[in-house]
Nanobody, 119 residues
Framework: QVQLVESGGGLVQAGGSLRLSCTASGSFSNINVMDWYRQAPGKQRELVARITSSGGTKYADSVKGRFTISRDNAGNTGFLQMDSLKPEDTALYLC?????????????WGQGTQVTVSS
């Protein structure tokens, strides 16, 4: 079982930066994939960024060049560096991890951290 806890959200002005963290704890072999999603009122949940255990990354077109996803050496903590923030980035940001438990891969969600960007 895996518990994910996000942190780092807050209120920032347009053009500012935030760094989100997602820390995994529990019993698991490894985290294969760590994703950041965001959910804004009235909008569909959006995959913002993804990082694999091999270090490969993908980004939504809306955040390319502004956001950077990374993870620590152990792979248990993920980060999302957000620069040049825009009001449209305002959302609840959720961490999702695909972790191997007893030889099977499961998807886990954190509670989310709120990011609000003022104009």
């Amino acid at each position: 079982q895996v518990q994910l806890v996000e942190s780092g959200g807050g209120l920032v002005q347009a053009g500012g930066s935030l760094r989100l963290s997602c820390t995994a704890s529990g019993s698991f072999s490894n985290i294969n994939v760590m994703d950041w999603y965001r959910q804004a009122p009235g909008k569909q949940r959006e995959l913002v960024a993804r990082i694999t255990s091999s270090g490969g990354t993908k980004y939504a077109d809306s955040v390319k060049g502004r956001f950077t996803i990374s993870r620590d050496n152990a792979g248990n903590t993920g980060f999302l560096q957000m620069d040049s923030l825009k009001p449209e980035d305002t959302a609840l940001y959720l961490c999702n991890a695909e972790a191997a438990v007893l030889g099977f891969s499961y998807s886990y969600w954190g509670q989310g951290t709120q990011v609000t960007v003022s104009s």
